[in-house]
C-alpha cells in the first residue's frame, strides 16, 4: 500500500490547506454549493419561464426560495420525517430487501473455495475480499432502493395522499433518505459481522509438532505440521521459572506466527497470531542524498514507476488551471555502495510514546532494484543510522538488514547503541543523545550492495507507536463502506424527485461511475492543456480507433474536420472535468479498505473527511432534492 | 430566528413583486362579486372555504408544447357548511380542479384560494381531509399501520392518533380487518381505509374525488350517510362524481362541468325544479277518483301528463333485500318479488 500525499494531510489540513487555500476541500464545497444553488436557480428559472412565461416563472422560483426559509425548514417536523423515513423503511423491508443479506451469506460460505489459501498473505486476500463484495452490493442496493422509490409513489400516484397533508418537500427528501439509509445500515451490519467471523475462522488452523530437538537446559527446536499449504519451525526457551509451562514461537510465514507452549511433556500449538493487525503507523518526512551525498527531495528514477494519478487532490486549483501536474508520490531509489540515503525525520519520539523496554519498533516495506544479478539467492543488503538532527555528528553505528521484499519487516530500534558522539566512540542512549530535544529523530538508509538500488516512499517506513484491535479496524472500514452508501442514497433521492426510476438510476450510477474515472478524467484534461496527442477526447479516438491510427501520432483527417472534433471533445472533456470534480471521490473511500487489508490502521483522520465530505454532499443533495420537488407538479 | 427571517424578507425589493404571487389579496372583492354565482348575496365573505378566480389550466408536453385545455376560466366559490358538487363527463376538468385545489397541479392562469390561503401552501393540508379518485395507499400496510402513519403526517401525538384510529375504524366499519395488509383488501375496503385517512385529522373541509365508485350499494348509502353527517357536524365537503343520482341525493350546490368549461353553478334543489309541472302524491285513491281530478285538471287549463303508481329506486329495493336478509338469514324470497315491491312502495312513500 503506497500512500499519496493527501493521505497524510490532518483533518484541519485537508480542510484548509494552509500554504494553498485553492487546493482546500472547504473552498471546493463552498464553490460546489454557490453552483450548485446558481445553477439551480437559473435551470428552475428557465424551465418554469418557457412553462409559466417570464414573470410567473420569477415568481415560481422564487417562491420556492422564500418558503425553503420561511415555512418549509422551519416548519419541518421531526415526526414527519421519522414517519416518512419509517414508510420508506418498512417499504423496503416488505420488499425483501433483506434477502441480499441471505445471498451474501451463503456467499460467503462458497468463497472459501475460491479464495487462494497458498496465497502469501492470506489474511490481506480475506479482507480486501469481504470488504469489495460489501461495499459494491451495498452501493448497488443502495442504488436500487433510493431511485426507484419516489418514482414508483408517483406513478402510483401514493404520493397524493403524502402531499395533501402538511408534509413539505423537505421531510419528504429528508424522510425518504433516512429511511433508505436505515435499511442500508440493517443490512451492512450483519454483513459486516458475517464478515468478521469469515475471516477470523477462515484464517483459523492447526499445525502439530512433528519434529523435536532438545537442545539442552529446556530448550528445544522443532518442526510443525504441513498444513493450509505450509509449514513453521519454532524454537522454546527454558520456562522462566520452575512450574511455568515453556513458551516458544514459530517463525512468520504468510504473516502469521503460532504460539507453542510445552505443558507435562506435551507441545501445545496454539493458534495462528499476528495476521489480523491494525498498526498505527507513525510516520516522519523523507528527503533522499544522492551518490554523492548531496539533498535531493526525489530519489532516483529506475523507470516504470511514474505513474499518471493524484490529480484529484489537487481541489479547485486545478479545475481552474493553477495546478495540472499529477502529484502522485512514486519510488524514489537510492543507489547501493554510494552516499546515496534516504533520510527519514521522525517527529514526537518521546519515552512514554514509545515505552517498548528493547526499543522503538519500526517497519520498512522497502522495495529492491538490481542491476546485476549478484547473490540472487539472499536479499539486497542495507544499514539503518540513526542520528541527531540537530547535530548530525551524533550518530549510533549502522544496523543491518537483509531486505524482505513484498512483505513488511520488523526492525527494532535499539534503546542503547555504540556509537559517535562527535568526539569519540561510546554507547549512546536513543532519547538522550539520539533524538533533539524537541522529540526528533532522523532514521537514515542505506543501501550496502554496490550496482543495486533500494526503493522507498514516505509510508515505507515508519515507528510503530501502538496497534489497535483488528475488530475496531475492520468496523472503520465498514464506517467507510457505510458513508459511501449514505452518499449514493442521497443521489438517488435527489435524482428520484425529477427522474423516473430508471433514468434516476442511470444517473446516480453515472455519477458514481464518473467518480470512479475521474483520474483518467484529468488526466485526459491534463494532456490536453499540453496539447500532447495522446489519442485525445472520446469522439478523437473513435475516429483513430476506426482507422487504426496510433494514439500519439498526428491525427490524420482533414484540418477543418481535425479543428471541429478537437473543439468538440475539448468541450467534452472541459465539462467531464468539471463534473468529475464535483462529485465525490469515492475511489478514495473505497480505498480505506486497503487500509484494513494491509492491516494497517485506518486514520480517524481520514475517517473525518470522508464524513465530513459525506454530510456536505448529502446537504447539496436534499437542497437539490427539495427545489425540485417543490417546483414539480405532482400530479401533471 | 423567523421573525428574523420575516425582516430580511420583507425588506427585500423582490419581495413587492413576489407578494403579488404568494400573499392572497383579501380586499379584491371584485372578482368574488363578479363570479357568476347563485348563492344568497347576504352571506359574509368569510364564510368562503374555496375559491377558484378565473382558474385556467392548459397541459402542455415535455417540450412545453400546448396539448389540452383542461379547465378555461372557472369561477366557483363553496362556502363553509355546505356540500358541493361537481359534475360532468370524464375529461370535463373535474379532477383537474380538484387538483388544482389541493396544489397538485399549478394552474396556467388564475388562482384558488383554500381557507384564504394560496393553494400551494402546505399549511392549509392541517384543515383538509382528500380521498382520491382510487385509494392510492401503500398495499404493504395493515389499516392500522396506514392511518397511523397519516396520523404522524399531522403531527398527531400518539395517544390522539390511537383515539382517532379506533374512532375511524368503527366508523368506516373495518374493525375485523385493522391487522391486515392492504393488498388483501377488496376494493370496497380500501376505499373505507381511504375515507378514514381522510379523516384522520378531523379536517374542516373534505375533497372526495369520485367518492362512491367501487362501492356496492350498501357502502354506497353509507358513504352518502356519512357526508351528509360530516355537513351536519359543520364541515365544509367538495366532491367531484358522475354518478348523478349520488349528487342530486348529497349536494347542496353543483357546478356542472364540460369540456373544461362552467355550465351550470346553483342550489341542486332549484336546477332540478320542472317549473311548469305539478306533483301531487296521495294514497288510497280509487280509479274513479283519479279520474274526476283529471277531470278538473282539464277544467282548469291544465294537461294531464300522468296519472300513475310511483316506482322506486332500484337502490331503495336493492337496500331493503339485503336488510331482510340480514334479519332473517336463510329464508327464501324467491317468488315474492311482486309483494315485496308493494312493500317497499308502502314502505317509502316518501322519497319517490
Redesign the interface.
Known amino acids: 500500500m503506497t500512500l499519496q500525499p493527501e493521505d497524510f494531510w490532518s483533518f484541519s489540513e485537508w480542510l484548509m490547506r494552509p500554504q494553498s487555500f485553492l487546493e482546500s476541500a472547504l473552498l471546493q464545497g463552498i464553490v460546489l454549493v454557490v453552483l450548485a444553488i446558481l445553477l439551480g436557480l437559473l435551470l428552475g428559472y428557465l424551465v418554469s419561464a418557457?412553462?409559466?412565461g417570464p414573470s410567473?416563472g420569477?415568481?415560481?422560483v422564487?417562491?420556492a426560495v422564500?418558503?425553503l426559509?420561511?415555512?418549509?425548514l422551519?416548519?419541518t417536523?421531526a415526526?414527519?420525517i421519522?414517519?416518512?423515513a419509517?414508510?420508506a423503511y418498512?417499504?423496503a423491508i416488505?420488499?425483501r430487501v433483506l434477502v441480499v443479506v441471505g445471498l451474501f451469506v451463503v456467499g460467503l460460505l462458497f468463497a472459501g473455495w475460491y479464495l487462494d489459501p497458498r496465497s502469501s498473505n492470506p489474511a490481506e486476500l480475506y479482507i480486501s475480499f469481504v470488504l469489495t463484495a460489501t461495499n459494491f452490493l451495498i452501493l448497488f442496493l443502495a442504488l436500487f432502493i433510493s431511485t426507484f422509490s419516489l418514482p414508483a409513489d408517483i406513478k402510483?400516484?401514493?404520493?397524493?395522499?403524502?402531499?395533501?397533508?402538511?408534509?413539505?418537500a423537505t421531510e419528504i427528501v429528508l424522510g425518504r433518505m433516512i429511511g433508505f439509509v436505515a435499511v442500508g445500515t440493517v443490512m451492512l451490519v450483519p454483513m459486516a459481522i458475517a464478515s468478521y467471523f469469515f475471516v477470523t475462522r477462515g484464517l483459523r488452523h492447526d499445525h502439530e509438532v512433528v519434529d523435536i530437538k532438545d537442545l539442552g537446559d529446556g530448550r528445544f527446536t522443532g518442526k510443525l505440521s504441513y498444513d493450509q499449504f505450509h509449514e513453521h519451525t519454532f524454537t522454546m526457551d527454558a520456562p522462566a521459572a520452575p512450574g511455568e509451562p515453556a513458551l516458544g514461537t514459530t517463525d512468520s510465514v504468510r504473516g502469521h506466527r503460532h504460539v507453542v507452549r510445552k505443558m507435562n511433556d506435551q507441545f501445545v500449538v496454539g493458534e495462528p497470531v499476528g495476521a489480523l493487525r491494525a498498526r498505527i503507523p507513525s510516520y516522519g518526512t523523507l528527503a533522499f542524498t544522492d551518490r554523492s551525498g548531496n539533498i535531493d527531495t526525489k530519489g532516483i528514477d529506475v523507470g516504470n514507476e511514474k505513474e499518471r494519478g493524484g490529480y484529484g487532490n489537487a481541489g479547485v486549483s486545478r479545475l481552474v488551471g493553477v495546478t495540472g501536474e499529477s502529484n502522485r508520490l512514486d519510488y524514489g531509489y537510492m543507489e547501493g555502495g554510494t552516499l546515496g540515503s534516504a533520510i527519514y525525520t521522525f517527529y514526537n519520539v518521546t519515552p512514554s510514546r514509545f515505552p517498548q523496554e528493547d526499543g522503538i519498533p519500526m517497519e520498512m516495506a522497502l522495495r529492491a532494484f538490481r542491476t546485476i544479478k549478484g547473490d540472487i539467492v539472499s536479499g539486497l543488503n542495507g544499514s539503518i543510522t540513526m542520528r541527531n538532527p540537530d547535530d548530525p555528528k551524533i550518530e549510533s553505528n549502522p544496523i543491518p538488514f537483509v531486505v524482505q521484499e513484498y512483505d513488511v519487516a520488523e526492525e527494532t530500534l535499539p534503546r542503547t547503541i555504540e556509537g559517535n558522539d562527535g568526539n569519540a566512540v561510546r554507547v549512546l542512549d536513543l532519547f538522550e543523545d539520539l533524538v533533539s530535544d524537541d522529540g526528533r529523530l532522523e532514521v537514515v538508509i542505506r543501501c550496502v550492495d554496490r550496482q543495486q538500488y533500494l526503493g522507498t516512499t514516505v509510508s515505507s517506513v515508519y515507528l510503530r507507536p501502538a496497534e489497535s484491535s483488528f475488530a475496531w479496524n475492520l468496523a472503520k472500514s465498514y464506517i467507510s463502506i457505510w458513508l459511501q452508501m449514505v452518499m449514493v442514497i442521497a443521489f438517488g433521492v435527489m435524482f428520484s424527485t425529477f427522474l423516473s426510476g430508471p433514468v434516476a438510476l442511470v444517473a446516480t450510477f453515472a455519477c458514481v461511475l464518473l467518480g470512479f474515472m475521474a483520474e483518467q478524467v484529468y488526466d485526459m484534461r491534463y494532456h490536453l492543456d499540453r496539447g500532447e496527442d495522446m489519442g485525445g477526447g472520446p469522439i478523437e479516438s473513435m475516429v483513430r480507433m476506426v482507422r487504426q491510427d496510433a494514439m500519439t501520432t498526428e491525427l490524420d483527417v482533414d484540418a477543418v474536420a481535425g479543428k471541429i472534433i478537437k473543439t468538440i471533445d475539448a468541450a467534452i472533456v472541459y465539462s467531464l472535468d468539471a463534473i468529475a470534480t464535483s462529485l465525490p471521490n469515492l475511489p478514495k473511500m473505497v480505498g480505506t479498505a486497503e487500509y484494513a487489508a494491509s492491516g494497517y490502521d485506518i486514520f480517524n483522520s481520514l475517517l473525518a473527511r470522508h464524513a465530513v465530505a459525506t454530510f456536505g454532499y448529502v446537504i447539496i443533495a436534499f437542497l437539490i432534492g427539495y427545489f425540485f420537488l417543490k417546483t414539480r407538479?405532482?400530479?401533471? | 430566528?423567523?421573525a428574523l427571517?420575516?425582516y430580511c424578507?420583507r425588506s427585500c425589493p423582490?419581495y413587492s413583486?413576489?407578494l403579488?404571487?404568494?400573499v392572497p389579496v383579501a380586499s379584491d372583492t371584485t372578482a368574488l362579486a363578479d363570479a357568476p354565482d347563485a348563492a344568497p348575496a347576504s352571506s359574509p365573505q368569510s364564510d368562503v372555504v374555496i375559491e377558484t378566480r378565473n382558474l385556467s389550466k392548459i397541459?402542455?408536453d415535455f417540450w412545453?408544447r400546448r396539448k389540452v385545455a383542461a379547465l378555461k376560466s372557472l369561477d366557483i366559490e363553496v362556502r363553509k357548511g355546505e356540500i358541493f358538487g361537481l359534475l360532468g363527463p370524464n375529461g370535463s376538468g373535474k379532477s383537474t380542479t380538484i387538483?388544482l385545489i389541493?396544489?397538485?397541479?399549478?394552474p396556467?392562469s388564475g388562482r384558488v384560494l383554500v381557507f384564504d390561503q394560496d393553494a400551494?401552501e402546505?399549511?392549509k393540508?392541517?384543515r383538509?381531509g382528500?380521498l382520491?379518485e382510487?385509494s392510492?395507499?401503500?398495499k404493504?400496510?395493515t389499516t392500522d399501520?396506514t392511518l397511523d402513519?397519516?396520523g404522524?403526517?399531522?403531527?398527531l401525538s400518539g395517544a390522539e392518533r390511537k383515539r382517532r384510529i379506533d374512532e375511524l375504524v368503527n366508523l368506516v366499519g373495518l374493525q375485523g380487518a385493522r391487522h391486515r395488509q392492504l393488498r388483501e383488501y377488496s376494493k370496497g375496503m380500501t376505499r373505507r381505509v381511504?375515507l378514514a385517512?381522510a379523516l384522520i385529522?378531523d379536517p374542516d373541509l373534505i375533497l372526495l374525488d369520485e367518492p362512491t365508485t367501487g362501492l356496492d350499494p350498501i357502502g354506497t348509502r353509507d358513504m352518502k350517510d356519512l357526508i351528509l353527517s360530516l355537513r351536519d357536524q359543520g364541515k365544509t365537503i367538495l366532491l367531484c362524481s358522475h354518478q348523478l343520482s349520488d349528487v342530486q341525493d348529497v349536494c347542496d350546490r353543483v357546478a356542472i362541468l364540460h369540456q373544461g368549461e362552467l355550465k351550470e353553478l346553483g342550489k341542486v334543489s332549484e336546477l332540478l325544479k320542472v317549473q311548469d309541472v305539478t306533483e301531487v302524491h296521495a294514497r288510497g285513491l280509487s280509479d274513479a277518483a283519479k279520474t274526476e281530478i283529471a277531470e278538473v285538471i282539464r277544467r282548469h287549463g291544465g294537461t294531464v301528463e300522468s296519472i300513475d303508481n310511483p316506482t322506486t329506486t332500484m337502490e331503495d329495493l336493492f337496500l331493503n333485500i339485503v336488510r331482510e336478509s340480514e334479519r332473517r338469514p336463510g329464508a327464501r324470497r324467491v317468488s315474492a318479488t311482486e309483494a315485496t315491491i308493494e312493500k317497499v312502495a308502502s314502505g317509502s312513500e316518501g322519497k319517490s
Do not use: H
Not at chain 1, 426559509?69 to 418549509?72: A, G, I, L
Not at chain 1, 397524493?160 to 402538511?166: L, Q
Open positions: 418557457v412553462r409559466y410567473e420569477f415568481y415560481a422564487a417562491r422564500r418558503d426559509v420561511r415555512s418549509d422551519p416548519g417536523s415526526r414527519r421519522f414517519a416518512l419509517r414508510l418498512k417499504e416488505r420488499r402510483s400516484r401514493t404520493i397524493y395522499t403524502i402531499v395533501t397533508k402538511p408534509v413539505r407538479e405532482i400530479a401533471a | 430566528m423567523s427571517i420575516d424578507y423582490v413583486l413576489c403579488r404571487w404568494v397541459y402542455r412545453g387538483k389541493l396544489g397538485l397541479l399549478f396556467t400551494t402546505t399549511s393540508n392541517e383538509i382528500y382520491p382510487e392510492y395507499l401503500y404493504f400496510l399501520e402513519f397519516y404522524r403526517l399531522f403531527d381511504g385517512q385529522n
